[in-house]
């Protein structure tokens, strides 16, 4: 089979397009004919950490194919179905969440691949209305979306939710996400265009990232701050948050080290919640809630599986807005 390995080098130079091993199904695993996959900014931070010493890997966490093998005691999924990939693997419960989450992907091989295999139990049926690509971009991005709005963040119809830095594939699917559930939305952003489209798709306000905030929302303050940034912004928050709001923290873009005003979190009573992924249960529902409302990722390029290179180029500059698609359907069947 053809496949993107990352070997013998750190950063994008490591990516090589090329024939990959030969997949067969263990017990309680099935093989996925691969469709389309999605890229996120974890395998940007995967292949930066790894070394020309390390064993070679396929990446890609997001993707959606067709059931192609089924290994033993595999009961949940059957030849020919069309599926959907739950990307963290062995977290069933949303209340046990595990120290470290395992994510396809890394350490085990991911969906930058024609084939993929899988536990069983992480397949889910792919949502009817959605295109090959949409669903391929789908998995980690609205999870991560939807477990920091819902299961974290609590958000209630009415509230207003802000969300720094609009335009990656977490955001977009929040922005989607809390709009369905009858929120208001302010975003945040450097890139005018990026504004203008959140305004286009529903936000009530679009702010620059380098603005006074505080100003530009007025008597408008915040009740939930989606935060993937971290220290380039998580001071701001403390100046648009309501009394009693959440700040729900998933991603640390501009750094991992934040100082907090402390008086600014215990007087107004200000909840800090860190969170990561989703179980398999939130994947079920969010994929429930994302058919419910008919929501269809925003997509904003879509790439061949041997171009994947110019796709993480593309991210790493910091010029997408949504989701970045790999499509198989450029490839040509091989059953090996």
Not at 253 to 271: K, N, Y
Request: charged share 15%; aromatic share 6%; with cysteine.
């Amino acid at each position: 089979m053809k496949a993107v390995l990352h070997k013998n080098a750190s950063g994008l130079e490591g990516l090589n397009y090329e024939e990959g091993a030969n997949l067969l199904p263990g017990v309680g695993e099935v093989k996925i004919r691969m469709k389309a996959a999605g890229i996120n900014h974890r395998d940007l931070f995967l292949m930066a950490a790894r070394t020309a010493a390390d064993a070679p890997l396929i990446l890609g966490s997001d993707g959606a194919g067709i059931v192609e093998a089924v290994g033993a005691n595999a009961k949940i999924a059957k030849l020919g179905d069309e599926v959907i990939i739950h990307p963290c693997l062995e977290w069933e419960k949303t209340a046990e969440v595990p120290a470290v989450p395992s994510i396809l992907g890394g350490p085990t091989n991911g969906t930058f691949a024609q084939y993929v295999i899988v536990p069983a139990a992480n397949v889910f049926p792919k949502p009817a209305y959605l295109s090959w690509e949409e669903a391929g971009v789908l998995p980690l991005s609205a999870l991560t979306a939807y477990r920091a709005l819902f299961t974290k963040g609590q958000l209630q119809p009415g509230e207003h939710v802000l969300i720094p830095g609009i335009g990656g594939g977490v955001a977009t699917f929040a922005m989607l996400m809390a709009l369905a559930a009858g929120a208001t939305v302010s975003v945040t952003s450097r890139s005018k265009a990026k504004q203008q489209a959140a305004i286009a798709q529903g936000a009530s306000s679009a702010l620059d990232s380098h603005s006074d905030w505080r100003r530009s929302l007025g008597p408008h303050a915040v009740d939930l701050i989606l935060d993937s940034i971290g220290p380039a912004t998580f001071g701001q928050y403390f100046e648009v948050i309501k009394p009693n709001g959440r700040i729900v923290t998933f991603g640390a873009s501009s750094g991992d080290e934040i100082t907090i005003p402390i008086r600014a979190l215990f007087f107004p009573q200000v909840s800090v919640i860190g969170t990561s992924m989703g179980s398999r249960e939130e994947f079920a529902a969010m994929l429930t809630f994302m058919e419910q409302h008919q929501l269809h990722p925003v997509i904003d390029h879509v790439y061949g599986l041997p171009q994947i290179k110019e796709a993480f180029e593309r991210m790493k500059d910091g010029e997408q807005y949504g989701n970045i698609g790999i499509s198989m359907s450029q490839e040509p069947h091989d059953p090996s």
